[in-house]
């Protein structure tokens, strides 16, 4: 069986949780499967990996149309491949226009829905109703859906209720347990400006909506003035929203020491770093499918304290490897809370509650270790991935070449 994978992100070009979620499956599936990799940017020099840039027309176009310039070059070089499989709304168009072409099964992994984010009109322009669109009829003409969490899957039933609920399965994310691990590096944190003797909070996200930076901004504000603030966040969606989080972080500063701003994409060993380093791990997210980082920070030995919304519940074992925290949110698609004070305010509770017991929340930290090993392996979310193709297939394929 051949399966053609298609992403906008792949190593080395990552940036986000999807293309981590996609490097990760790739290398469990090659166990068994022949997969030829197919994404956005420069040649790889990873074998059966291929990249495609834009087409020179389309380099000054709205980007939604210059991606369609690159699904359209991944479409036609899916011919011999058994099955596609895309990944977000950069791809999803590219295996849409493969399974009407070549005849072969799409399946569709959804890391987020473009209806619940809204706020992507800001960047994308009228390219937003494109992806959009393109989101929908790849949805709605797939074979299988895949969603990373049974809450994604759930506002994918409420997104697109022309999907058969029978095509849409649950595979959650996972974590590299052999490269995730409590990991200490003084030199790593000497060059950033931590203090490992204080208590800190720690965030690692892309500046976006979604995440809910400036909510957490609003709450460190009511920690106690001895809790460090890391804050891992970088690649800012808009101009606006970067401008937003300056200002917070300087109000943060103007008021107290121990605010570290790192907006570099760190390297894995440096990140882990930094996560070992830190007392909680926080996600603030008003928008989150399950949230690579999550697994990341428990499989660092932190708990983890998120937001009660998309995947994160299905994470977070609250009270045992971590706090959630309540949101009750408008259902316009934005996530915004109904009462951000309250959220703010409630953010800042359950931190402080966390902070405030160092021995605990070691515990916590040592609890989700275990929650990852057990609930969150590559090898598992492989084989249930590789169920979903095999139910495709016609009966009595040869599976194994």
């Given amino acids: 069986m051949r399966v053609d994978v298609l992403s906008r992100e792949y190593p080395p070009e990552v940036y986000g949780g999807a293309g981590v979620h996609v490097a990760e499956l790739v290398a469990a599936l090659r166990r068994d499967v022949d997969v030829v990799v197919r994404c956005f940017g420069l040649p790889r020099d990873e074998p059966h990996s291929y990249a495609y840039l834009v087409p020179p027309q389309l380099t000054a176009a709205n980007p939604a149309l210059a991606t369609l310039g690159v ?6 070089d899916v011919a011999g491949a ?3 499989h895309s990944h977000t709304w950069y791809a999803n168009a590219a295996g849409h226009l493969a399974k009407l072409l070549h005849g072969i099964p799409h399946v569709v992994t959804a890391h987020s829905l473009e209806p619940l984010r809204p706020w992507k009109a800001e960047q994308l322009g009228g390219g937003y109703r494109v992806s959009s669109w393109i989101e929908k009829t790849a949805f709605e003409g797939a074979d299988a859906v895949i969603a990373v969490s049974a809450g994604m899957r759930a506002d994918i039933l409420r997104c697109y ?23 200490e590096d003084a030199a790593v944190l000497e060059r950033f400006g931590i203090d490992p003797e204080r208590r ?21 504000r009511r920690l106690d003035p001895e809790v460090q603030l890391v804050l891992c966040a970088g690649a800012p969606d808009t101009p606006e929203i970067m401008a937003e989080v300056q200002a917070g972080v ?7 020491d121990g605010v570290v701003w790192i907006e570099e994409m760190l390297p894995q060993h440096e990140l882990a770093a930094v996560l070992t380093a830190g007392t909680v791990f926080v996600c603030p997210s008003v928008y989150e499918p399950l949230g690579i980082v999550n697994l990341e920070a428990m499989a660092c030995g932190l708990p983890v304290v998120g937001t009660a919304t998309g ?7 609250d009270g045992l490897t ?24 409630d953010l800042a509770a359950a ?23 057990s609930e969150f392996s590559w090898s598992s979310i492989a084989a249930r991935t590789r169920a979903v193709y095999d139910a495709l297939l016609p009966a009595g394929a040869d599976r194994d070449d």
């Fill in 82 to 84: 058994d099955l596609v």
């Fill in 351 to 373: 931190l402080s509650e966390v902070l405030a017991d160092p021995a605990t929340a070691r515990l916590m930290g040592e609890a989700g270790r275990l929650r990852a090993e």
């Fill in 322 to 345: 971590g706090r959630l925290v309540p949101i009750e949110q408008l259902d316009d698609g934005t996530g915004t809370p109904v009462d951000p004070e309250r959220f703010v305010a």
């Fill in 250 to 256: 300087r109000v943060l500063q103007e008021e107290r």
């Fill in 200 to 220: 800190s909070v720690v965030f690692v996200g892309r500046i976006t909506r979604q995440k809910g930076l400036p909510y957490l901004l609003a709450a460190a």
């Fill in 161 to 183: 209720p022309d999907i058969d609920p029978e095509r849409v399965h649950v595979v959650h994310n996972g974590i590299d347990l052999e490269r995730w691990h409590p990991t």
């Fill in 71 to 76: 699904d359209l070059q991944m479409a036609e």
């Fill in 311 to 317: 995947g994160i519940p299905e994470v977070i074992a």
